[in-house]
């Protein structure tokens, strides 16, 4: 409800524990969705928070805007939901700025997105999820991952990483993502 703000305390507190690696993920999504009445206003918005992120020169890790209608009227307000056109020039914008930049690694979080809605098997090398006989990858509210959507959005972030020094998923990451996922239920249980 207010990515200015909020971002603004959260890189502030970024730049204080002079980070090695920045994982942005999502931290571009409410920059683009949110209050905004037109598509020129949230990529003005968009241009704010790119411009937060470049106070960074170690590697970031960011990914661009998957379009998440199924959470329209819920999660995300109708008023808080681009316009279906904007998304092309926002995800063109944040890919070229990604690619201008060789501490910026990207994660097509719009691709990923449509992935793990549609209910098909997840399938990333080794890693393999079948939402059909294992669960779905998304929470009910359609907007957030569950813990084996957290746990495959984890591989794609070490897939990216690994493509960005030109390595393979497998080197930086081994087992499945049942494994995955009950490393990180089990960290999780033990806070």
């Known amino acids: ?19 090695t690696l920045l994982v942005a993920v999502d931290f571009l999504f409410w920059f683009f969705y949110g209050d905004g009445a037109t598509t ?15 106070r960074f020169d170690c590697p970031i890790v960011v990914g661009d805007l998957p379009y998440m209608i199924k959470a329209a009227g819920g999660m995300i307000p109708w008023s808080m939901m681009p316009d279906a056109e904007g998304f092309a020039p926002a995800n063109a914008r944040i890919h070229a700025w990604a690619a201008a930049r060789d501490n910026v690694t990207l994660v097509a979080l719009d691709a990923v997105h449509e992935q793990l809605e549609s209910g098909g ?71």
């Open 40 to 54: 020129a206003d949230r990529l003005a918005r968009l241009e704010g928070g790119i411009a937060l992120l470049e």
């Open 121 to 191: 098997r997840y399938v990333r090398g080794s890693f393999a999820w079948d939402p059909a006989t294992q669960g779905p990858l998304l929470q009910g509210d359609a907007l957030h991952p569950n813990m084996a959507g957290t746990g495959a959005m984890a591989i794609e972030i070490l897939a990216a990483l690994a493509a960005h020094e030109n390595a393979t998923l497998e080197s930086v990451a081994g087992g499945t993502l049942e494994e995955l996922v009950s490393k990180v239920d089990a960290t999780l249980n033990a806070l």
């Open 1 to 19: 409800l207010n990515p200015e703000g909020l971002a603004g305390a959260q890189i502030a507190a970024a730049e204080a524990a002079e980070p």
